[in-house]
Nanobody
Framework: QVQLVESGGGQVHTGDSLRLSCAAS??????????VGWFRQSPGKEREFVAA????????NYAASVKGRFTISRDNAKSTVSLEMNSLKPEDAAVYYC?????????????????WGQGTQVTDSS
Protein backbone atom coordinates (compact mmCIF):
# COMPACT_ATOMS: atom_id res chain seq x y z
CA GLN A 1 0.00 0.00 0.00
CA VAL A 2 1.39 3.39 -1.02
CA GLN A 3 0.00 6.84 -0.40
CA LEU A 4 1.28 9.67 -2.55
CA VAL A 5 0.98 13.39 -1.90
CA GLU A 6 2.05 15.93 -4.50
CA SER A 7 3.07 19.50 -3.86
CA GLY A 8 4.71 22.41 -5.64
CA GLY A 9 2.10 23.37 -8.19
CA GLY A 10 1.29 26.99 -8.89
CA GLN A 11 0.90 29.73 -11.47
CA VAL A 12 3.67 30.06 -14.01
CA HIS A 13 4.56 32.14 -17.03
CA THR A 14 6.09 30.99 -20.27
CA GLY A 15 9.74 30.20 -19.69
CA ASP A 16 9.43 29.75 -15.95
CA SER A 17 10.74 26.82 -13.95
CA LEU A 18 8.85 24.85 -11.32
CA ARG A 19 9.67 21.87 -9.17
CA LEU A 20 6.97 19.39 -8.21
CA SER A 21 7.46 17.00 -5.33
CA CYS A 22 5.75 13.79 -4.33
CA ALA A 23 6.02 12.29 -0.87
CA ALA A 24 5.31 8.58 -0.55
CA SER A 25 4.06 6.76 2.47
CA UNK A 26 4.85 3.08 2.07
CA UNK A 27 3.38 0.58 4.50
CA UNK A 28 4.30 -2.88 3.30
CA UNK A 29 7.29 -2.61 1.03
CA UNK A 30 10.19 -0.24 0.69
CA UNK A 31 9.84 2.72 -1.62
CA UNK A 32 12.70 1.31 -3.70
CA UNK A 33 10.42 -1.59 -4.65
CA UNK A 34 8.31 0.74 -6.81
CA UNK A 35 8.83 2.39 -10.14
CA VAL A 36 7.48 5.93 -10.22
CA GLY A 37 6.04 8.28 -12.76
CA TRP A 38 4.40 11.62 -13.42
CA PHE A 39 1.31 12.09 -15.53
CA ARG A 40 -0.75 15.18 -16.32
CA GLN A 41 -4.26 15.98 -17.37
CA SER A 42 -5.66 19.15 -18.91
CA PRO A 43 -9.38 20.00 -19.12
CA GLY A 44 -11.04 18.03 -21.88
CA LYS A 45 -8.00 15.85 -22.45
CA GLU A 46 -7.02 12.38 -21.37
CA ARG A 47 -4.37 11.81 -18.75
CA GLU A 48 -0.99 11.65 -20.46
CA PHE A 49 2.39 10.29 -19.53
CA VAL A 50 5.08 12.83 -18.64
CA ALA A 51 8.06 11.06 -17.09
CA ALA A 52 9.01 7.84 -15.31
CA UNK A 53 11.91 6.35 -13.41
CA UNK A 54 12.82 2.83 -12.41
CA UNK A 55 13.39 1.66 -8.83
CA UNK A 56 16.65 3.52 -8.27
CA UNK A 57 16.23 6.35 -10.77
CA UNK A 58 19.09 5.40 -13.06
CA UNK A 59 16.72 4.66 -15.92
CA UNK A 60 14.25 7.33 -16.94
CA ASN A 61 11.78 7.90 -19.74
CA TYR A 62 10.12 11.09 -20.94
CA ALA A 63 7.30 12.11 -23.20
CA ALA A 64 8.59 13.70 -26.38
CA SER A 65 6.82 16.95 -25.47
CA VAL A 66 8.87 17.42 -22.29
CA LYS A 67 12.15 15.72 -23.09
CA GLY A 68 15.05 18.07 -22.53
CA ARG A 69 12.96 20.41 -20.36
CA PHE A 70 11.75 18.16 -17.53
CA THR A 71 13.78 15.96 -15.20
CA ILE A 72 12.43 13.24 -12.94
CA SER A 73 14.42 12.20 -9.90
CA ARG A 74 13.85 10.17 -6.76
CA ASP A 75 15.32 9.90 -3.30
CA ASN A 76 14.60 6.45 -1.92
CA ALA A 77 15.99 7.35 1.49
CA LYS A 78 13.35 10.09 1.78
CA SER A 79 10.65 8.28 -0.24
CA THR A 80 10.24 11.24 -2.53
CA VAL A 81 9.95 11.83 -6.25
CA SER A 82 10.51 15.16 -7.94
CA LEU A 83 9.80 16.63 -11.33
CA GLU A 84 11.95 19.60 -12.29
CA MET A 85 10.21 21.54 -15.04
CA ASN A 86 12.09 24.17 -17.04
CA SER A 87 11.21 26.39 -19.99
CA LEU A 88 7.54 25.96 -19.26
CA LYS A 89 5.06 26.45 -22.06
CA PRO A 90 1.34 27.27 -21.90
CA GLU A 91 0.58 23.71 -22.98
CA ASP A 92 2.30 22.40 -19.85
CA ALA A 93 -0.56 23.73 -17.73
CA ALA A 94 -2.39 20.77 -16.22
CA VAL A 95 -3.02 18.82 -13.07
CA TYR A 96 0.10 16.77 -12.43
CA TYR A 97 -0.17 13.36 -10.81
CA CYS A 98 2.49 11.28 -9.14
CA UNK A 99 2.14 7.52 -9.50
CA UNK A 100 3.82 4.38 -8.21
CA UNK A 101 4.00 0.92 -9.73
CA UNK A 102 4.96 -2.44 -8.28
CA UNK A 103 7.01 -2.91 -11.42
CA UNK A 104 10.59 -1.94 -10.58
CA UNK A 105 11.51 -1.28 -14.19
CA UNK A 106 10.52 1.95 -15.90
CA UNK A 107 6.89 1.88 -16.97
CA UNK A 108 5.06 4.52 -18.95
CA UNK A 109 1.46 3.44 -19.31
CA UNK A 110 -1.08 4.59 -16.76
CA UNK A 111 -2.69 1.18 -16.28
CA UNK A 112 0.62 -0.20 -15.00
CA UNK A 113 0.57 2.16 -12.04
CA UNK A 114 -1.43 0.97 -9.04
CA UNK A 115 -1.10 4.01 -6.80
CA TRP A 116 -1.90 7.64 -7.54
CA GLY A 117 -1.74 10.93 -5.74
CA GLN A 118 -4.50 13.53 -5.78
CA GLY A 119 -2.66 15.84 -8.12
CA THR A 120 -1.20 19.32 -8.01
CA GLN A 121 -2.30 22.10 -10.34
CA VAL A 122 0.07 23.97 -12.65
CA THR A 123 -1.64 26.99 -14.15
CA ASP A 124 -0.47 29.17 -17.02
CA SER A 125 -0.57 32.88 -16.26
CA SER A 126 0.99 34.11 -19.51
Amino acid sequence: QVQLVESGGGQVHTGDSLRLSCAASVRTFMFKDYAVGWFRQSPGKEREFVAAANWNGDTTNYAASVKGRFTISRDNAKSTVSLEMNSLKPEDAAVYYCAASTYTITVITADMFEYWGQGTQVTDSS
